[in-house]
């Protein structure tokens, strides 16, 4: 496994998380790599939520979350995060890292496409509920 996504639980509606995606440095660097969160809740397809460029100067959000998901990344300790806040019960779902975008993220239809990314975490369960 190149990515490790961690930091999922169970948290109340307007409660907040933080997610990691970190890299074994030995397999894969991170920082060479533009970087994504997606989710897929039971039910329904994989979802594009945030990405940031390799250097962190660029970042892209879903309107879904925009406002309330913040995507940021250190590159000297080789993880990307997801702070999560005002989480809703619709914000339930298994979520991933992927990095490493075949095509620039910089079109929509590209950043927003699982398929473009060569790396994959295995996910973490977040659960907004009362």
């Known amino acids: 496994v190149q990515l490790q996504a961690s930091g999922g639980g169970l948290v109340q509606p307007g409660g907040s998380l933080k997610l990691s995606c970190a890299a074994s440095a030995r397999t894969l660097t991170l920082s060479n790599y533009d970087t994504a969160w997606f989710r897929q809740a039971p039910g329904k397809e994989r979802e594009f939520v945030t990405v940031i460029s390799k250097t962190g100067g660029t970042t892209f959000t879903a309107n879904s979350v925009k406002g309330r998901f913040t995507i940021s990344r250190n590159n000297a300790m080789n993880t990307v995060y997801l702070q999560m806040n005002s989480l809703k019960p619709e914000d339930t779902a298994v979520y991933y890292c992927?990095?490493?975008?075949?095509?620039?993220?910089?079109?929509?239809?590209?950043?927003?496409?699982?398929?473009?990314?060569?790396?994959w975490g295995q996910g973490t369960q977040v659960t907004v509920s009362s």
């Open positions: 992927a990095a490493d975008p075949k095509r620039s993220i910089l079109a929509k239809r590209n950043r927003e496409d699982g398929g473009v990314y060569e790396y």
